[in-house]
């Protein structure tokens, strides 16, 4: 059970820049002798291995391709689902759950090194996450997992129209004190081999269509913008305003970090930019990178997506310094709509988008994230398919900003070697740009 939880939260740890919330609820306490040895000997390993990689070299292209210069494209790999393939969690040796997800964190840093040669940057340092959770929205959905392979389903709460009536705007809950006791133990225990730091809140994520969707239901909602549409905007500007709420919150308590480094942001790029602020204890939302999305709007209409979700999203992603739009949702017909946004910067093109309309509506004005089929490596990948699909994409936006990002990938079929195969193939197409 405890491996199976891992599997499910592994997957809210896309990228090397923060610490996974694997266990929830564990609290931290002095390790045990056996786990201080395991840890200090991982961390000095992985602190080695980082270090081998051109990171500043790295770090340049990544301020040059946020600054809209051109340049070749850049490559970043997300194991996410897979990871559980990569790194085994029966092979862990700590016993303390909290020191446990230390110990994985270790063990993918130096995997990531040694096995995916992407473009992502490690710096040198560790991050102390502020533990904070939320109340919700006064009603919950019923959830019924799959425990094979995490997919699942949901009884949603809101029956009726006047259920609307029962939600309330979500608080948020500091745990000071354990934020605290976590940041000087990991400082106690790595402090001379990486530097330690509290990381704060970087990512700032805008999804009131999410939430909607797990309160009402899909189908529910859909139907809903045509039966009445007056109660759909009633529900997401409730919605909207909690999320601002819960926003402000973070900006008035001194919570919020500058996330122009190695931070993921929008659906998978890095943050190197000199266009925000650099780290500073009292950050702004207008100091940072923001990200919106809408993929339960995939087949809605650009009138409707702008109508029923982008006009509640706008407040806050005008408030951000740079914004990125989009993760799995293709805007073939909604760039346009999407430029609203004051100062977006990246915008995801899904593997459903049609890449030659992204390519006009984005010109050189956007970072072209483009997001490969992940089902590509899902079974066993061929090369020679996978350089001509490669081929169309550099042909298509070879004049853009283009970075490619391999995310969403559920599984490899317990053969790592077929990220090393997709790369391979990849990085000999951008030799011939």
């Known amino acids: ?62 301020y040059r391709h946020n600054s809209l210069v051109k340049g070749k494209p850049l490559v970043l790999i997300y194991p996410e689902d897979s990871w559980f393939e ?111 730091k509290f990381n704060g809140i970087t990512r700032i994520h805008l999804d009131p269509v999410g939430e909607a969707t797990v309160l009402r239901g899909m189908q529910e909602l859909m139907y809903d913008m045509f039966d009445n549409p007056d109660w759909v905007h009633h529900l997401m500007k409730f919605i909207s305003d909690g999320i601002e709420e819960i926003c402000n919150f973070y900006e008035d308590k001194g919570l919020l970090r500058a996330n122009n480094q190695n931070h993921y942001i929008g659906s998978g790029g890095l943050g190197y930019t000199n266009e925000l602020k650099p780290e500073k204890l009292q950050t702004k939302l207008s100091e940072m990178w923001g990200f919106g999305l809408a993929q339960e709007f995939t087949d809605v209409s650009p009138a409707q997506h702008d109508e029923f979700c982008l006009q509640y999203q706008l407040p806050v992603l005008n408030r951000m310094g740079l914004a990125a739009y989009g993760c799995c949702e293709p805007y073939t017909h909604k760039f346009d709509m999407i430029k609203k946004i004051k100062n977006l910067r990246r915008v995801s093109v899904s593997p459903w988008c049609d890449i030659r309309k992204a390519s006009e509506a984005l010109e050189d004005k956007y970072i072209y994230s483009f997001k490969p089929d992940p089902a590509m490596i899902a079974m066993e990948p061929d090369e020679e398919m996978l350089r001509k699909y490669f081929r169309e994409i550099i042909e298509v936006a070879k004049e853009n900003h283009l970075e490619i990002i391999l995310k969403d990938t559920i599984t490899v079929g317990n053969n790592p070697e077929r990220f090393k195969i997709w790369l391979r193939a990849l990085r000999k197409e951008l030799q011939n740009i």
């Open 1 to 62: 059970k405890k491996n199976m939880e891992t599997l499910y939260r592994i997957r809210q740890h896309p990228t090397a820049g923060a610490l996974p919330i694997l266990f929830p609820e564990a609290k931290a306490m002095p390790a045990s002798e056996k786990d201080r040895l395991v840890l200090r000997e991982l961390a000095k390993k992985a602190f080695e291995a980082i270090n081998i990689k051109d990171n500043e070299g790295l770090k340049k292209e990544w």
């Open 86 to 196: 990569l790194i085994n969690p029966e092979e862990l040796k700590c016993e303390d759950e909290y020191w446990r997800t230390w110990e994985w964190y270790f063990k993918h840093l130096i995997y990531h090194v040694k096995n995916l040669e992407d473009d992502y940057v490690f710096e040198p340092e560790l991050l102390v996450e502020p533990v904070i959770s939320h109340t919700g929205w006064g009603l919950k959905a019923t959830y019924k997992k799959n425990r094979v392979d995490g997919a699942f389903i949901w009884e949603p709460p809101i029956k009726n129209y006047e259920d609307i009536d029962l939600l309330k705007k979500p608080s948020v809950i500091y745990d000071e004190k354990e934020t605290h006791a976590r940041l000087s133990l990991v400082t106690n225990m790595f402090s001379d081999i990486f530097p330690v």
